[in-house]
């Protein structure tokens, strides 16, 4: 990690007089302008973005005590602007992982109080419940089940063919991960198959966004640790995948997101107070949101897809990631080794990635991701979550041949198709299970 004077200066890098929060605040204000609020002061904007949004609004929130204060707040402005607001307030938002159920409830409210915006203040699951009950509420004689809409552009081809538009929808994060509030992501989960699917659409993006990263530090070191592990996954995944003409901003927003979680993490779970870990967090967040609009995530977000009944989604694309970086290695060298000298830089990988290639260079990327998930009390393999089952691996393999989540097998560096799941994907699962590197086989 590049070192850094006491005022958060660096003393190397490509712009010596740029800290790296400054430099992740530029691309996040580049990319989103005036749409996007974050950082400290953001909520000041609520009122004004859901005002100009719609005549009435649906505030969706759910009730837990970290997140009072928050609520409280945007209720507050929302009065102070002469927000009319349409049936309860706050109707109740949807539970981790967002369940099929909670998007049904959601999307009843939404068209029984007939809003003309529609507000949601939470973390990643509220926030894509709400992107998808949206699409319900907007297209239930069309099709009324979720189900319809997964995969790639599926909202945009329903709501071409029915000359609909969704209604505004302002995203309140309290939580750094996910980045739904910036994203064309939403994923829903069947939770008696234990399967979570995606829609992604660039019709379901929020319209206006706010995130206080102050609003974080009630977080539990537990959700915190999920979400940076989520952050860097929605960076590494990209940088790994994308094509050559996204590369560069590909890498750039990769190799920043990497630094500040590897420096902030730490930070903010030995001080759950400290709003300068947490703001770089945030920003990590905003980061990964920012790559999965440049390109897209592959393997370790597809696994965990079929694990949400033993782990939470961040952790589970951490335990993943290390063996994917080995199938993938021999492939994308370049990339892998600018990855292993940031963790070299951060004191978790032992040898110079430079002198490292192909498989080798790989394996010992992967040991670092390990050794840093260590250091922060996560799993580093499938067998360490305690529910976890050889039935979860035939779940995986599974859902990897689902034509709803081949966009992931695309986004690969190595890119698969259903017929090669078993022979290539299966080892790489076997591998995670044991921490056995031996196991994966490249192509």
């Not at 199938?327 to 000298?341: H, K, M, Q, Y």
């Amino acid at each position: 990690m590049a070192l850094r004077l006491e005022d958060g200066r660096r003393l190397e890098g490509d712009s010596p007089a740029m800290t790296n929060r400054e430099r992740a605040r530029d691309l996040i204000r580049a990319w989103k302008g005036d749409n996007y609020a974050f950082g400290a002061g953001a909520l000041d904007h609520i009122g004004p973005y859901v005002a100009g949004a719609g005549a009435s609004a649906l505030v969706f929130a759910n009730d837990g005590a970290w997140l009072r204060p928050t609520v409280g707040r945007v209720m507050r402005d929302l009065a102070a602007a002469r927000v009319r607001l349409a049936g309860d307030a706050p109707c109740l938002a949807a539970r981790p992982n967002t369940p099929r159920e909670d998007v049904r409830r959601m999307a009843d409210a939404i068209r029984r109080f007939a809003p003309g915006c529609i507000v949601v203040v939470g973390a990643g699951s509220s926030i894509d419940a709400a992107k998808a009950a949206n699409v319900l509420a907007t297209l239930d004689d069309v099709d009324d089940d979720v189900e319809a809409y997964f995969g790639v552009g599926k909202v945009t081809e329903a709501l071409a063919r029915s000359g609909r538009t969704l209604r505004p929808l302002v995203a309140v994060q309290t939580a750094a991960g996910s980045a739904a509030h910036l994203t064309r992501y939403a994923n829903v989960t069947d939770t008696a198959a234990g399967q979570k699917k995606l829609i992604v659409d660039d019709a379901i993006v929020p319209a206006k966004a706010v995130f206080d990263y102050s609003s974080t530090l009630s977080a539990s070191p537990e959700l915190t640790v999920d979400g940076a592990l989520d952050s860097l996954a929605h960076s590494l995944e990209v940088f790994y995948g994308i094509g050559d003409a996204g590369e560069q901003l590909a890498r750039e927003i990769a190799l920043l997101t990497l630094e500040l979680v590897l420096q902030a993490t730490p930070a903010a779970i030995a001080v759950q107070a400290d709003l300068n870990a947490r703001t770089d967090l945030g920003l990590a967040a905003d980061l990964g949101g920012y790559a999965i609009m440049v390109g897209g995530t592959n393997g370790g977000h597809l696994t965990s897809f079929s694990l949400v009944d033993v782990t939470s989604h961040g952790r589970a694309c951490g335990v993943m990631n290390p063996y994917y970086t080995v199938f993938f290695a021999p492939a994308i060298e370049d990339r892998v080794r600018a990855i292993g000298r940031v963790y070299r830089q951060a004191g978790f990988v032992d040898t110079d990635p430079d002198t490292l290639s192909g498989r080798c260079l790989g394996e010992a990327v992967a040991a670092g991701m390990i050794a840093f998930a260590r250091s922060i009390g996560t799993p580093a393999t499938l067998g360490e979550l305690p529910a976890f089952t050889d039935a979860h691996i035939d779940r995986a393999l599974a859902a990897a041949k689902n034509p709803q989540l081949d966009m992931k097998l695309k986004n690969m560096p190595v890119p698969l198709n259903a017929s090669l799941v078993d022979d290539y994907m299966a080892p790489i699962l076997n591998a995670a299970r044991t921490g056995d590197l031996s196991l994966i086989r490249n192509v």
